[in-house]
C-alpha cells in the first residue's frame, strides 16, 4: 500500500507526512517527497505547527510483523525535522514502530 499521509507521532510535538507522491517502491525501500508538519506548539499547540514542502522521505529495512506482513522499520526526512541537529538521529534514519502497542 502507497499511503498519501503517513502520521509518525501525534499530539503535541507532532510529526506527519502528507500529500505523498511516491517517487519509488521496491522489495528495499521507498521514497516519496511530500509536506513534512510539524507541530511545535508555539504559541501553543492547535496553532503551532511548521509545513515543510517537499520533504523527501525513504522508507527502508523492512520487517516481518508476528502477523506475516511485511512493514518499514526505517525511516528518513530530508531536510531532516526540526531539532535534529543535536538529537541522537540526526544524519540518519530513525526507527518506526514495527508492531501495536
Not at 507522491?21 to 521514497?31: D, E, L, V, Y
Amino acid at each position: 500500500m502507497k499511503p498519501f499521509e503517513i502520521v509518525q507521532t501525534c499530539a503535541d510535538y507532532g510529526t506527519m507526512y502528507d500529500g505523498l507522491r511516491w517517487t519509488s517502491w521496491t522489495g528495499t525501500s521507498a521514497t516519496a517527497v511530500g509536506t513534512g508538519v510539524y507541530s511545535h506548539c508555539t504559541p501553543y499547540c492547535p496553532l503551532g505547527s511548521l509545513r515543510v514542502p517537499n520533504t523527501k522521505i525513504t522508507l527502508s529495512v523492512p520487517v516481518r510483523t508476528a502477523g506475516g506482513q511485511f512493514v518499514w522499520s526505517e525511516i528518513q526526512e530530508n531536510p531532516e525535522p526540526p531539532g535534529y541537529e543535536t538529537g541522537p538521529y540526526h544524519g540518519g534514519p530513525q526507527p518506526l514502530p514495527t508492531r501495536p502497542d
